[in-house]
């Protein structure tokens, strides 16, 4: 039972242009998503969050968009970098509802960005 | 400010061995948390503790896996016996508490070969 769903498991962006990368779940009592990114051989790291009371969440370069009537998340990433080269993980929690931290973790995005 | 440490880096065994990994969290993270990474597939939460105590364990194969956080610190995770299904990244993460707001920091992880 997959809960959180990354449909594109790669993306393909040239330097400079916008990287959107999705996210879908199907458990509507998820209301904390978080978006992690990956380089080999390290862990995942912390990168942008949103609560379910926002429909948007911006820092810097990267912004999460969140839809809750489509059970549906995206990051934009503006303008795409090659250090941006990564896997990049959707996560997903209760934390409000449930007063938990347990994060379910979709399949990732591997996204690529040439020059 | 250290990171998350794990060892060993890799490790290869034969199915039906015994295998112990080891984290060391970040200095004053009370919650530590173990993920197991099958190839292709997002982080799983296996076990999470709070100081020295067990938050969840709902998705760890307790007939074989195993983990302990003695003194609110250090944690291993073993795996006995082995099956080749455990073959995977092991993930050690810790926050500061137990509020999903709070980061959690992964480790560079232990990639595990049962043949």
């Known amino acids: 039972d997959q809960q959180v769903k990354q449909n594109s498991p790669s993306l393909s962006v040239q330097e400079g242009r916008i990287s959107i990368l999705n996210c879908d779940y199907t458990?509507?009592?998820?209301?904390?998503f978080l978006w992690y990114k990956k380089y080999p051989a390290e862990g995942p790291t912390f990168l942008i969050s949103?609560?379910?009371?926002?429909d948007k969440n911006e820092d810097g370069r990267f912004t999460v968009f969140l839809n809750k009537s489509a059970k549906h998340l995206s990051l934009h990433i503006v303008p795409s970098q090659p250090g941006d080269s990564a896997v990049y993980f959707c996560?997903?929690?209760?934390?409000?509802?449930?007063?938990?931290?347990?994060?379910?973790f979709g399949t990732g995005t591997r996204l690529q960005v040439f020059p | 400010e250290a990171g998350v440490a794990q060892s060993p880096r890799y490790k290869i065994i034969e199915k039906r061995q015994s295998v112990a990994f080891w984290c060391n969290p970040i200095?004053?993270?009370?919650?530590l948390y173990w993920y197991q990474q099958i190839l292709g597939q997002g982080p799983k939460l296996l076990i999470q503790?709070?100081?020295?105590?067990?938050?969840?364990d709902s998705q760890l194969p307790k007939d074989r896996f195993s983990a302990e956080r003695l003194k609110g610190v250090d944690s291993t995770l073993k795996i006995q016996p082995a099956k080749l299904e455990d073959s995977a990244v092991y993930l050690c993460?810790?926050?500061?508490?137990?509020?999903?707001?709070?980061?959690?920091?992964f480790g560079p992880g232990t990639r595990l070969t049962v043949t």
């Open positions: 996560a997903a929690s209760r934390s409000i509802s449930y007063n938990t931290d347990k994060l379910i």
């Open positions: 993460a810790s926050s500061l508490s137990r509020t999903v707001s709070y980061e959690q920091y």
């Open positions: 949103i609560s379910s009371i926002k």
């Open positions: 200095s004053g993270h009370a919650t």
């Open positions: 503790f709070q100081n020295n105590g067990v938050v969840d």
């Open positions: 458990n509507s009592m998820f209301d904390y």
